[in-house]
C-alpha cells in the first residue's frame, strides 16, 4: 500500500509543487485546501491522469473541528497517515508594527502557528508507535523570516514562523521515542502569489539581486526539500530547520 501524505494549503504554489511531486514518489497525495475547490480538484485530476493518487479535502486548518474532519475523512478513506507537511501560510499586507492590529496577529497566528499545532496533534495520535501507529514524519513550512524578522514588511508573519520553529525542534525531541520525526525547512523568496497578499506582487524581481544565488526559488525547488525530509532518505534527520534561500 502507498505511503499516505497530508498537504495542507496544497491548492497552489509550494503546496501544490509537493503535491506533484509527492505522487511522482508514488504517495498517495491528500491535498487540503481551504477556499480553492475547483483548483485543488483540478489539481487531484491532474495527479490521476499522470498515473498517481491523489484527493482533494476542504478545512481551514485554524478551525478545530474542520481540522478533526479532515482527519476524521482521512480515516475513513484511507485509513492511514505517514507524514504531514504544515504547509498553508499567509502573510497580510506590509507594513510597521506599530501599525498593525491585535486581530492582525492573531489571523495570521492562527493560520500559521495554531494550524501547524491542530494538524500536528491529529496526526501525532495516528502515527505515533506509542499509540499503536506506524511512525511517520512531519514537515512545518517555516520560512527565512523567522532569523531575518522582516522588519519594516511583516513582523507578526515573522515571528509566527519563529514560533514554528521551535515547535519544530521541541516536538523532534518530544516524539523521537513515538517513531515520528519532525523537520522544518525555510523557504527564501519563492515565486509564488503569497507575494500579492503582502502588496508586493513583484517582490521576487526587486529582492534578486540582493540574494546570493541571485534569483527567487520556484516552487518545485522548496518541494524536492520537503520531499526529501518526508522520506527515508532522510531516516536520521530531525530536529532539523533546512534553509531553502538561495543563501539568501
Ligand atoms: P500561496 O499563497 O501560494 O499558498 C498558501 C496556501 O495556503 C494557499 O493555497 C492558501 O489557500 C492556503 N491557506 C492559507 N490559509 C489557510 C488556512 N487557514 N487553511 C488552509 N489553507 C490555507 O503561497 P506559498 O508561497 O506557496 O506558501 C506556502 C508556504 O510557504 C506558506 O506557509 C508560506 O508562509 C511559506 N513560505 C513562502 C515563501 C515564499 O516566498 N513564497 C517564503 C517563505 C515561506
Redesign the pocket.
Known sequence: MSRIILI?????????ATARLAAQHGYSVVI?????RETAEALAKEIAANGGQAIALP?????EAQVRDLFAEIDERLGRLDVLV??????EQQMRLEQMSLERWQRVF???VY?SFLCNREAIARMSTRQGGRGGAIVN?????ARLGAPGEYID?AAA?GAVDSMTVGLAKELAEDGIRVNAV??????????A?GGEPQ??ARVAASIPLRR??R?EE?AEAIVWLAGEQASYTTGSLLDVSGGR
Not at 495542507?8 to 501544490?16: D, H, K, L
Not at 478545512?59 to 478551525?63: C, I
Not at 513550512?141 to 523570516?145: D, T
Not at 525555510?186 to 507575494?195: A, K, L, N
Open positions: 495542507t494549503g496544497a491548492s497552489r504554489g509550494i503546496g501544490a487540503n485546501y481551504h477556499r480553492q478545512a481551514d486548518v485554524a478551525d504544515n504547509n498553508a501560510g499567509m502573510l492562527a493560520t500559521n494550524g513550512v517555516s520560512s527565512i523570516a508573519y514562523k525555510r523557504p527564501g523568496v519563492i515565486d509564488t502569489e503569497i507575494h497578499s517582490r521576487v527567487g526559488g516552487a522548496v
